[in-house]
């Protein structure tokens, strides 16, 4: 199994270079919420995929991650645009370094999943005091949205079934709207996909690409949202 603790923390570049091969999502989130002159928190921001999309959009974002590695490659794709309306804090998602009632959206791209699928222990409480942190910080009539895998390689949603219980608990508990998209991976080249799918996913996905000889992986992914 691959250990994406590990990677997280010693090979961000990599596995940034990895989701840079998916569409940008800020066009995604303006149709949820319009992101002019909003006040946004990323909830495990990683290397930025949000919050630079975000940025340049918002009056001010804050990039949370529990990896100080990956947020030092947030920050430098920050600096290179030239960008000043930014914080990078790291973060557990259940203790949120933020003031209450001081942003207008949260943002959370393929992370609550870590602490809340049910191979995790406690993994009920976990979503709970997360989605409770970010309603505390949330101004009257702000937004969560929340980005999760429902499937590598699937070209219709096929979630894992570690996750099956926090996505109904997403909609049956907290009240979250739910749609799905496709997120697919657009690789370089077959070489490029064989490398970089072994290297987060595994052996196994490898070997699916090297039969297939493709440059694209499939992926679906589902969005959550809930304005509060």
Same mark, same amino acid.
């Given at each position: 199994?691959?250990?994406?603790?590990?990677?997280?923390?010693?090979?961000?570049?990599?596995?940034?270079?990895?989701?840079?091969?998916?569409?940008?999502?800020?066009?995604?989130?303006?149709?949820?919420?319009?992101?002019?002159?909003?006040?946004?928190?990323?909830?495990?921001?990683?290397?930025?995929?949000?919050?630079?999309?975000?940025?340049?959009?918002?009056?001010?974002?804050?990039?949370?991650?529990?990896?100080?590695?990956?947020?030092?490659?947030?920050?430098?794709?920050?600096?290179?645009?030239?960008?000043?309306?930014? =914080?990078?804090?790291?973060?557990?998602?259940?203790?949120?370094?933020?003031?209450?009632?001081?942003?207008?959206?949260?943002?959370?791209?393929?992370?609550?999943?870590?602490?809340?699928?049910?191979?995790?222990?406690?993994?009920?409480?976990?979503?709970?005091?997360?989605?409770?942190?970010?309603?505390?910080?949330?101004?009257?009539?702000?937004?969560?949205?929340?980005?999760?895998?429902?499937?590598?390689?699937?070209?219709?949603?096929?979630?894992?079934?570690?996750?099956?219980?926090?996505?109904?608990?997403?909609?049956?508990?907290?009240?979250?709207?739910?749609?799905?998209?496709?997120?697919?991976?657009?690789?370089?080249?077959?070489?490029?996909?064989?490398?970089?799918? =072994?290297?987060?996913?595994?052996?196994?996905?490898?070997?699916?690409?090297?039969?297939?000889?493709?440059?694209?992986?499939?992926?679906?992914?589902?969005?959550?949202?809930?304005?509060?």
């Amino acid at each position: 199994m691959t250990d994406h603790a590990r990677i997280y923390v010693e090979e961000a570049e990599k596995y940034h270079l990895l989701i840079s091969k998916q569409p940008l999502l800020h066009d995604v989130i303006e149709e949820i919420k319009p992101l002019k002159g909003l006040d946004v928190v990323d909830v495990g921001a990683g290397t930025g995929r949000l919050t630079v999309a975000l940025a340049p959009l918002v009056k001010s974002v804050i990039a949370l991650d529990a990896s100080a590695e990956m947020l030092a490659v947030t920050a430098e794709r920050l600096k290179q645009k030239g960008l000043r309306n930014w =914080q990078t804090h790291i973060a557990d998602h259940r203790y949120l370094p933020i003031k209450d009632n001081s942003a207008d959206l949260v943002v959370a791209g393929w992370t609550v999943a870590y602490i809340a699928n049910d191979e995790v222990k406690d993994g009920a409480l976990n979503l709970q005091e997360t989605i409770a942190e970010m309603k505390r910080i949330l101004r009257p009539g702000g937004t969560i949205i929340i980005f999760e895998t429902m499937g590598t390689g699937e070209t219709a949603p096929n979630p894992p079934d570690m996750l099956k219980s926090y996505y109904k608990r997403l909609q049956e508990e907290y009240g979250f709207a739910h749609r799905w998209i496709r997120m697919d991976y657009q690789f370089e080249s077959v070489q490029q996909a064989l490398e970089l799918t =072994q290297f987060f996913f595994g052996d196994e996905w490898a070997e699916k690409v090297k039969q297939s000889q493709s440059s694209v992986v499939p992926e679906c992914a589902g969005i959550w949202w809930l304005h509060v």
